[in-house]
T-cell receptor, first 112, second 113 residues
Framework: GDSVTQMEGPVTLSEEAFLTINCTYT??????LFWYVQYPGEGLQLLLK?????DKGSNKGFEATYRKETTSFHLEKGSVQVSDSAVYFCALVTGGGNKLTFGTGTQLKVEL | DAGVIQSPRHEVTEMGQEVTLRCKPISGHNSLFWYRQTMMRGLELLIY????????DSGMPEDRFSAKMPNASFSTLKIQPSEPRDSAVYFC???????????FGPGTRLTVL
């Protein structure tokens, strides 16, 4: 079945540091890939997505490129802020789009 | 626009009591999802509905859990009887069919003593 593997957290960075959160996937067919973010005390929000190979999703300074050859969708940001502290979930959907498979989430803590 | 609405936001109850969580999806969305989030198991899909019909309830942990969607604008998740291991944050989400993008509610934090 479909699965998503994320690097374990927590990831702790200083403000303005470079961020990478790794995500790899296993899927039948050609999935669409997503990053969701969950701020403390809130529900998940879509951060960015990519629907086909070599697409780059971007939002709020975050980027992720759909790499079919390595089955990866790593999340990057060049300079993190304290306000980026949250839990980040990688996810994929295949087929009809109703079954969204989430990774376990990676907690990011950004300190001054 | 109002997002997904969940109530209550917090619920504290005693073991053995019935708990009902409520969700109002975004108007026009025809898929609705119930998730449970815990530290140990992360985010788990419990059940999802399409056009008010339960499509996949394989994530429902046991018969104590039941979910209904009597109409397009309302769904409930009921736990009877509740147990301490049911303590978690329960999220409701909705989406357009086959879009992949979920719009999540703020969640209900359930504590069973």
């Amino acid at each position: 079945g479909d699965s998503v593997t994320q690097m374990e957290g927590p990831v702790t960075l200083s403000e303005e540091a470079f961020l990478t959160i790794n995500c790899t996937y296993t899927a039948t067919g050609y999935p669409s890939l997503f990053w969701y973010v969950q701020y403390p005390g809130e529900g998940l929000q879509l951060l960015l997505k990519a629907t086909k190979a070599d697409d780059k999703g971007s939002n709020k300074g975050f980027e992720a490129t759909y790499r079919k050859e390595t089955t990866s969708f790593h999340l990057e940001k060049g300079s993190v802020q304290v306000s980026d502290s949250a839990v980040y979930f990688c996810a994929l959907v295949t087929g009809g789009g109703n079954k969204l498979t989430f990774g376990t989430g990676t907690q990011l803590k950004v300190e001054l | 626009d109002a997002g997904v609405i969940q109530s209550p936001r917090h619920e504290v109850t005693e073991m053995g009591q019935e708990v009902t969580l409520r969700c109002k999806p975004i108007s026009g969305h025809n898929s609705l999802f119930w998730y449970r989030q815990t530290m140990m198991r992360g985010l788990e899909l419990l059940i999802y509905f399409n056009n008010n019909v339960p499509i996949d309830d394989s994530g429902m942990p046991e018969d104590r859990f039941s979910a209904k969607m009597p109409n397009a604008s309302f769904s409930t998740l009921k736990i009877q009887p509740s147990e301490p291991r049911d303590s978690a944050v329960y999220f409701c989400a909705s989406s357009f069919e086959a879009s992949g993008r979920r719009f999540f509610g703020p969640g209900t934090r359930l504590t069973v003593l």
